[in-house]
């Protein structure tokens, strides 16, 4: 039998840039977060079987300027990004490192980003070899009261930063925390520690389990003006990330288009990467 490796649930995500007009030539990481797989519904007509889902503000930060103020970031689009998974190891080098489609889809008001792995069915076997599988999300039901054991799995991004080079790593991290509050809008979760800014884009499960009761959108300031709220994680929930997942494979959301920075900065019109980029991206035409 084949030894399996203890299960993973979360994979670090990375955004990289390349500004081809600005004489870049090749790309450069702007952004980290984590990520998790979830099953496209069967029998629908979407053409990925699996979604891949993370932080919109790290997709696209500049829809997020108050989370990156920086007026350069303006100048970017979808047009200049390209975008991996990496099931990584404890250490924070990566196992395995996956393209994903330049397309992404980007939920009009929370912070949730869907997109799609390139070669599909290729990597799912390497994943499942590795004991990386898809969560399912959760019924409304079944997250209850304050006081619910939770889960949230994604990564700790160590490392230094300087004019030159950014040597930071995610490494793997799960903490443990509980249902504190919930309003209309927001889910609230008091964790053991403090979560650290990785973890956007994570899983949070049922503690003990592989059933995603939602995502990480971000983490309440440790200065929060309400002191009741200072350091808690903040989700969006399974619910509403199911209408959303089944708003995109009902084509009901317009998905941002990009690819072509990848493809100028490729090295030839043979390059394997920039004829699987070309095949994939005739299909949105």
Request: aromatic share 8%; hydrophobic share 35%; net charge negative.
């Amino acid at each position: 039998m084949k030894n399996r490796l203890k299960r993973r649930v979360a994979l670090s995500f990375s955004s990289w840039f390349c500004i081809p007009d600005q004489g870049m030539n090749d790309f450069e990481i702007l952004s980290r977060a984590s990520a998790f797989i979830v099953k496209a519904r069967p029998n629908n007509a979407f053409e990925h079987e699996h979604h891949i889902l993370t932080a919109s503000h790290v997709v696209a930060p500049w829809k997020f300027p108050k989370y990156y103020p920086d007026p350069w970031l303006q100048f970017i689009n979808e047009n200049h990004m390209h975008y991996s998974v990496e099931l990584r190891h404890d250490s924070g080098l990566f196992h395995i490192q996956s393209e994903l489609i330049p397309v992404s889809y980007h939920h009009p008001t929370r912070d949730l980003a869907v997109l799609h792995l390139m070669n599909e069915d290729d990597v799912l076997k390497l994943y499942d070899e590795v004991n990386l599988l898809p969560l399912q999300l959760a019924t409304e039901q079944e997250l209850e009261e304050k006081g619910q054991a939770l889960d949230f799995h994604g990564h700790d991004i160590r490392g230094e930063v300087t004019p030159d080079n950014d040597d930071r790593l995610p490494h793997p991290l799960v903490v443990n925390g509980s249902l504190f509050t919930r309003t209309n809008y927001q889910t609230f979760a008091r964790t053991k520690s403090v979560l650290p800014d990785g973890m956007c884009g994570g899983p949070v499960t049922f503690s003990g389990t592989y059933k995603a009761c939602g995502i990480v959108e971000g983490i309440i300031p440790t200065n929060h003006s309400d002191i009741n709220l200072r350091g808690l994680a903040e989700f969006m929930e399974s619910a509403e990330i199911d209408k959303f997942l089944d708003d995109i494979e009902n084509r009901r959301i317009e998905p941002l288009i990009g690819g072509e920075a990848a493809m100028i900065v490729s090295s030839d019109d043979s390059d394997p990467k920039k004829m699987s980029i070309i095949d994939v991206m005739k299909k949105y035409e």
